[in-house]
């Protein structure tokens, strides 16, 4: 499976040897071959893309790209709203809903001369109720969830990006499963306007083709839409810069590690090995007692994770009941009933208790260069009723924090993803350590 | 002008000599008779409501009302959405416009049996774009803005409460304006979900016939949807409790005291001197030197507020203009230019300077029981074409504290504001302040 990274072939746009317009004609085509059985899309805006293209073609033959992503083809999460196609939210409630503008995201995307190609498929609600998007690799098993969509186009290698949600596991995990790299934000880095994902912790990120791509679609939207409204939005460059090596790695077993495919788990033990042989120091809950103290007091972060966005998601899913009572799943009723146990005092006792594992993790990450983990427990299931397990995703979820996937592992045929973690607001600092770890053992 | 509190005639449901339908009747009736002038609904859905009150009208006959509020009938301000309404945002880019679902405070306010009769009319996208609405004392006068229609079928005694939204002055100074109660929130308190309001210090509050309907209002929304997604929400009990005799007030110039009206700025000051007669002892930036310094702190916080709400509303302004490019008013093309100019090194400048003004506030505020100033510089302007000034508003909009604006003062025959405001979530205290305010100076 190849992916195909956007940002290494602008050298040929500039060069006239290739166009942006060829560029989203051979992704066209890859479409055509596995969107059939792939399934990632649920809308497409051919003709408009077609002529953002040539837009870009222009640009590109004149030397004034708007910005690095020029011309990039690009796919919505289709809980992230486009004035062009319908945000369906991966549910029956909202089949065919035109809100008739771009998220500020998108806006963003479009004025940096993005194509917007089409909508990708997602879970009910960015939920865990499955859609029908296969995985690249194994049509027979799940593409993962909730950004279902943008990792199967990405992992097919029809798209370099596509924007994801993640409030548990959402962008790491099926980045994982389907062989692309992934980025979770700081939380409130990227600007969520005119997306429907309104928990506390949820972010927009990016699957991509490359660690490169991933960075320039992020910046290209914070540059020009900022973060969340009241927050910094992403700090950093608009080039990456190069790669830099970590003096100290933390491996972090997160509450998933003991019931993780064992496989997985040597995989990583692998990965580490040859991090130690190059140099850098891996440390572990055993090193630390700070370390063992935080693993400990994550135990319950599934959760803790799952309390806040049921509260959290009561609104809207209550609303939605007066638009189709017959169109919501049996798992966002266990949501709502979950949500009515906690009440709103319950609810109060787990920011508080989110607050405080923030702090605990804040002062921890700061004294090396990233924790690391894996992605997932193991490669993705097999069927399409069950998108996997988030367990090694909740926690930088809730935790607020920076979380990129490396698809640098396997498990038999299937890619496994390496997840790196830093602190809030070192958004750059993490990417560039990712280039490095992907270089050392790739 | 009359105006017409609901708590106070529940006891009557109660004993089965009124009923809330009988209620809603009295509401429609006035609406009839103003209405045609005062322009203050831009939807309105009276079978509905006439169902929703018949339903109230059995719940309070046989004891099991669902909350204090049930049966009251409400306005929503044309910026929150509504699963049975339009959501026109005042503009005619969204006329028309159908979300269908209910905004999370809109969905409590059912759930808590409340009858929603309309929207009511706000400036274009809750900016200083005007619309129609005339104020009820004096057809000839704005209501304000940009909570216009609400605060007008309040002071008109059509309602006895509307939601409203402030993230300048827009419903401190139209309830001063049209002489009826204000309440804007500590930031996050009520949630906002399904409100058009984006902006971080933007806040969704109630403007209503007597203080204790505002906070049965706020209470019965908060109690079943939350704040904010990730704050901890509206902190009190169901009930507001005794008014409270506050021992020290601060008298609050704000930048917009050398202005105002003298005969506003006489009204205020008589005031204070009768709390004065009574034992409160009202001090003021004369006595205090870190006021002092406090004040002048503030004499750019308007320029600041208008710098982070014009960056935070590119978009969705931005997007608009995909829908209708002729859609947007003047003063949407100057908010897009000033965001242009400042962009996001000084968006995050404005950021910090707010963090630091609310670290100042909250170290003073806590050394007294509330400040108080006028709610405006004066009575409704006349005309249509300028809501007015919301320089006595900005620095609590901005400083996300807590405000409450009783109708205690007059200009000639024209109603003008007593202005509240205190910590951040001491919001029950206030109105426990202002409740003694109001009694001792009626």
Chains 1, 2 share one sequence.
């Not at 746009?13 to 479409?31: N, V």
């Not at 700081?186 to 600007?191: D, F, P």
Request: aromatic fraction near 8%; hydrophobic fraction near 40%.
């Amino acid at each position: 499976m190849m992916l195909t990274p956007y940002l290494a072939a602008t050298d040929k746009f500039r060069r006239g040897s290739d166009t942006p317009r060829d560029y989203l004609e051979r992704a066209l085509d890859k479409l055509d071959e596995v969107e059939p059985r792939l399934k990632a899309f649920t809308a497409l805006a051919i003709p408009r893309a077609r002529i953002a293209a040539d837009m870009s073609t222009r640009r590109w033959k004149s030397g004034t790209p708007l910005s690095p992503i020029d011309g990039m083809p690009i796919g919505i999460k289709d809980v992230i709203e486009t004035f062009d196609m319908p945000t369906s939210m991966g549910s029956p409630t909202y089949e065919g809903w035109c809100s008739g503008r771009d998220a500020a995201s998108v806006f963003a995307l479009r004025e940096a001369g993005a194509v917007i190609l089409g909508k990708t498929k997602t879970t009910e609600y960015a939920g865990t109720y499955p859609t029908d998007t296969r995985n690249p690799h194994d049509y027979n098993r799940t593409a993962g969830g909730s950004s279902a969509g943008s990792a199967a186009a990405v992992g097919a290698g029809i798209l370099p990006a596509a924007l994801g949600t993640q409030v548990m596991g959402s962008i790491i995990r099926p980045s994982s499963f389907c062989g692309a790299y992934g980025y979770k934000p700081t939380v409130g880095a990227i600007n969520r306007g005119g997306s429907h994902d309104y928990q506390s912790h949820s972010c927009i990120g990016v699957i991509g083709a490359s660690l490169e791509d991933i960075w320039a679609t992020a910046y290209a939207i914070v540059e020009r839409a900022g973060g969340d409204p009241g927050s910094v939005g992403l700090i950093g460059t608009q080039t990456l810069g190069a790669a830099v090596k970590p003096a100290r790695l933390m491996f972090f077993e997160t509450p998933g590690w003991a019931t993780a495919d064992p496989l997985a788990r040597e995989g990583l033990m692998r990965l580490l090995d040859r991090l130690r042989e190059v140099g850098v120091q891996v440390l572990s809950r055993h090193d630390e007692p700070r370390m063992e103290a935080f693993e400990t007091a994550l135990s319950d972060v599934r959760e803790l994770g799952s309390n806040i966005i049921s509260f959290e998601s009561r609104w809207p899913a209550n609303s939605a009941k007066y638009r189709d009572s017959l169109g919501l799943s049996p798992l966002m009723h266990d949501s709502a009933a979950r949500a009515a146990k906690l009440g709103l005092d319950g609810y109060r006792a787990c920011l508080e208790a989110r607050a405080q594992l923030r702090q605990q993790f804040e002062a921890l990450v700061r004294e090396v260069d990233a924790f690391i983990t894996l992605s997932a427990p193991g490669a993705a299931p097999h069927g399409i009723q069950w998108t996997g397990d988030p367990i090694f995703n909740v926690s930088a979820s809730v935790l607020g924090a920076p979380a990129i996937t490396l698809p640098l592992l396997k498990v038999g045929s299937m890619p496994l993803g390496v997840q790196l973690i830093g602190a809030q607001h070192t958004d750059q600092q993490l990417f560039r350590t990712a280039q490095w770890i992907r270089s050392a053992t790739h």
